[in-house]
Each structure stands twice: as C-alpha cells, then as structure tokens.
C-alpha cells in the first residue's frame, strides 16, 4: 500500500535551518510529482512546494521563495525540503503529498520556530 514517511522536523531557532525528509513506498515515486504542504490548527493546509517526477520543475509558495527547497532522490523514493532562515510563521505541521487515484498524505512532521 502506499505510504509517505515524514521525518526531521523539531525546534529550531529563528533563523535556523531544517531538512525534511519524505520517505515513499508502495508506489512509482520516480514518475510522479510530489509536493511538500503545512497546517497549522485552525487554517486550511497550505501548499508550500511542488516538484515535477524529474525533478526538473520546482515551484514554491511567495511565502517560502528563496528560503526553501523542494529536491527529490529517486533512487532512494525519498523527497526533500530544505529549510533554510527559518521564521516563526514557518511553524507547522509538514505533510507530503502524492496525488495517485487520490491523494495521499503522510503522518506529518512538526516544525516549531521559536527563541
């Protein structure tokens, strides 16, 4: 079956750095596209990144341009975010995401951004 298997998140100080990582199973991740998306309680979840199946097209939320990263190792059926001058708007719930028959999501990975 499909699964997505977030980890990395934790507490980081502003300005701080995190790498997600997104492991995926049960489906070809090489031929897919995947993105990264975050919640926090009350709001609606928030698409922060998407990567095309090679990689090759990325995209990012205003919010995170220039910040984050969206990578991807099909070798390894793992998807990457890189987090870089992390702020505290940046804490959330971190899910990846993969669009088959219908969507799947993984567990999360909590990202707190405090002093």
């Known amino acids: 079956q499909v699964q997505l298997v977030e980890s990395g998140g934790g507490l980081v100080q502003p300005g701080g750095s995190l790498q997600l990582s997104c492991a995926a199973s049960g489906f070809t991740f090489s031929i897919k596209s995947m993105r990264w998306y975050r919640q926090t309680p009350g709001k609606e979840r928030e698409l922060v990144a998407q990567?095309?199946?090679?990689?090759?097209?990325?995209t990012y939320a205003d919010s995170v341009k220039g910040r984050f990263t969206i990578s991807r190792d099909n070798a390894k059926n793992t998807l990457y975010l890189q987090m870089n001058n992390l702020t505290p708007e940046d804490t959330a719930a971190y899910y990846c995401n993969v669009a088959l028959l219908t969507p799947y999501w993984g567990q999360g990975t909590q990202v707190t951004v405090s002093s």
């Open positions: 990567i095309s199946a090679n990689g090759a097209s990325t």
